[in-house]
């Protein structure tokens, strides 16, 4: 019994890797898309309703307590691996803090030779 080698060149080789490599590419871009899609399409469905989660505070790795706003009640509950438990009511304006309400960081739009020579002026002399 023969057996034939089949050899392949370098060439039929290289578009081998060329075309797994597209194919990887065309999947990935389909992956982030379908994501980015299917992340607006879940946004849409919460956005504007009366039930909204304010705060959440983790207490053990299955343990939270939840601010969580009901129209214009804000409700903390204890949430459990089996159970939800109501703490107590409260409303807006007893929170401290409200997400709406947070103030950003002002932008600093510094290039970095800015920041660099703000870096050496700091550094002790020799």
Same mark, same amino acid.
């Given at each position: 019994? +023969?057996? *034939?080698?089949?050899?392949? @060149?370098?060439?039929? @080789?290289?578009?081998? &890797?060329?075309?797994?490599?597209?194919?990887?590419?065309?999947?990935?871009?389909?992956?982030?898309?379908?994501?980015?899609?299917?992340?607006?399409?879940? +946004?849409?469905? @919460? *956005?504007?309703?009366?039930?909204?989660?304010?705060?959440?505070?983790?207490?053990? /790795? /299955?343990?939270?307590?939840?601010?969580?706003?009901?129209?214009?009640?804000? &409700?903390?509950?204890?949430?459990?691996?089996?159970?939800?438990? &109501?703490?107590?009511?409260?409303?807006?304006?007893?929170?401290?803090?409200?997400?709406?309400?947070?103030?950003?960081?002002?932008?600093? /739009?510094? /290039?970095?030779?800015?920041?660099?020579? +703000?870096?050496?002026?700091?550094?002790?002399? +020799?």
């Amino acid at each position: 019994m +023969k057996m *034939a080698a089949i050899g392949t @060149s370098g060439w039929e @080789s290289f578009f081998q &890797l060329i075309g797994v490599l597209l194919i990887f590419v065309f999947v990935l871009g389909l992956t982030y898309f379908c994501t980015r899609w299917i992340a607006r399409y879940q +946004k849409g469905i @919460s *956005a504007n309703k009366n039930i909204r989660v304010i705060e959440t505070y983790r207490i053990t /790795n /299955n343990k939270f307590i939840q601010i969580v706003g009901v129209g214009k009640v804000c &409700l903390v509950i204890a949430v459990c691996k089996d159970t939800v438990t &109501l703490l107590c009511e409260m409303t807006e304006e007893e929170l401290a803090w409200l997400p709406e309400n947070d103030v950003q960081p002002p932008v600093v /739009n510094e /290039n970095f030779q800015e920041i660099l020579r +703000k870096l050496k002026e700091r550094l002790p002399r +020799k």
